[in-house]
């Protein structure tokens, strides 16, 4: 696969799992891509998650997409990076699947927004996909 087509795929199928690590025990848990291009794979949560915690002592993780219609998977490796722009926050906030953090924004059901929603970003992440054809094929990375 090429570097736009492991994007396309990531944009077409948002939900994907997150490996993170806690100590010495691996956490995983699914999460929602806002958007993935060559400018980073982007997505959200909040301080108050172990989630966050994880990130900020260790910010090397693992992100798994899958597209079950083609039976493709692609894993991507790399190290997050937090964003504090404002501008980007509101552009999440405002977009139409992020509704539920417009009402939170507004309604200060987070004591100060701002700088309890956190932005993740990778880039430069290493991808390899899988699918049954190429099983027992050796990976081949891709520098996203």
């Given amino acids: 696969?090429?570097?736009e087509e492991i994007f396309e795929l990531m944009n077409a199928n948002?939900?994907?799992?997150l490996a993170t690590v806690e100590g010495d025990q691996p956490r995983c848990r699914?999460?929602?891509?806002?958007r993935a291009n060559e400018n980073g794979i982007i997505f959200h949560s909040g301080i108050m998650k172990m989630v966050h915690n994880q990130i900020t002592k260790n910010p090397k993780v693992e992100l798994?997409?899958?597209?079950?219609?083609?039976?493709?998977?692609?894993?991507?490796?790399g190290k997050l990076e937090i964003v504090e722009d404002k501008a980007l926050k509101d552009e999440?906030?405002?977009?139409?699947?992020?509704?539920?953090l417009k009402?939170?924004?507004?309604?200060?059901?987070?004591d100060d927004f701002?700088?309890?929603?956190?932005?993740?970003r990778l880039i430069g992440g290493k991808a390899v996909w899988w699918?049954?054809?190429t099983n027992f094929a050796p990976k081949v990375e891709v520098i996203l």
């Fill in 30 to 34: 699914a999460m929602f891509l806002f």
């Fill in 1 to 3: 696969m090429k570097k």
């Fill in 114 to 120: 701002y700088n309890g929603f956190k932005v993740y």
């Fill in 64 to 77: 798994c997409f899958n597209d079950f219609q083609k039976g493709i998977q692609v894993r991507v490796t």
């Fill in 14 to 17: 948002p939900a994907f799992h």
């Fill in 103 to 110: 009402s939170w924004r507004e309604s200060g059901t987070l």
């Fill in 92 to 100: 999440i906030c405002n977009h139409p699947s992020r509704k539920f």
């Fill in 131 to 133: 699918t049954m054809a």
